[in-house]
């Protein structure tokens, strides 16, 4: 079954279903799968007799929904895809700090590191970025425009 979610309403579907969230507490849930880091909740679902509760990873940013029976007892863990998000931005291609700017921190937390963020804007300002930062952050601009429909060409 495939999971997606909607950062913006905090709406999580298990295939074609629209599982609306009862708490969007913030805690940590466990590691992550892919580079053992801390876990933290975004939100938590009620699925028939399952809690749901969807993750991301505070180091990869990947994103993960948890799944619990009904004493909360662990069941599975299934990565999941985030639903684009439209912006209402005049130019598709953000390759200067106005348009950087122009994005909400909360979408750009989405996909980069605190220090990946910082270093977009510093490369935007024309300011020397931290250069690791920066790599990192480049190698996911497919992955911000497969989201939110937007080009970084910074």
Known sequence: MEYGYDLKENDLYVGENLIHAYSLEKNEIGNCTNCNSILMSLSYHVSGERTVVVTKCISCGAFYANIYDSEWNWVDEIQISLLPIPIPISNQRIDDWKGLEAIPTKKLEAVFSKGEIEA????????TPIRQYLYRARKKYKLFEEIFDLELAL
Do not use: N, V
Request: overall charge neutral; cysteine-free; hydrophobic content about 50%.
């Open 120 to 127: 977009l804007f510093a490369r935007a300002k024309d300011e």
